[in-house]
């Protein structure tokens, strides 16, 4: 079955960086859309960044500028470099993959931007 396993969430202080990691499996990676959300605690999940099977890329307003998303389709992996992050970055960031009508969620990882 599909599984997708984020990494490289942790504790950061403002300003800091850090580089998120999806890897997929039991999926043909290179023919799905990858997203990467964020649900901070008391709010709904908003998109942080989305990348095309083709490469097209889009940004959440709230991370443009700061984040870049990337895959690696021979390592069927996807990426989420986040910079300059803020408190207001503090959320689980969950990865998702979708080929409709499929769409698949990772367990999410937790970051944490504080002093």
């Known amino acids: 079955q599909v599984q997708l396993v984020e990494s490289g969430g942790g504790l950061v202080q403002p300003g800091g960086s850090l580089r998120l990691s999806c890897a997929a499996s039991?999926?043909?990676?290179?023919?799905?859309?990858m997203g990467w959300y964020r649900q901070a605690p008391g709010k709904q999940r908003e998109l942080v960044a989305l990348i095309t099977s083709a490469g097209s890329t889009m940004y959440g307003d709230s991370v443009k500028g700061r984040c870049t998303i990337s895959r690696d389709n021979a390592k069927s992996t996807a990426y989420l470099q986040m910079n300059s992050l803020k408190p207001e970055d503090t959320a689980v960031y969950y990865c998702n993959a979708v080929r409709p009508p499929q769409n698949h969620w990772g367990q999410g990882t937790q970051v944490t931007v504080s002093s």
């Open positions: 039991g999926m043909i990676f290179s023919i799905y859309h």
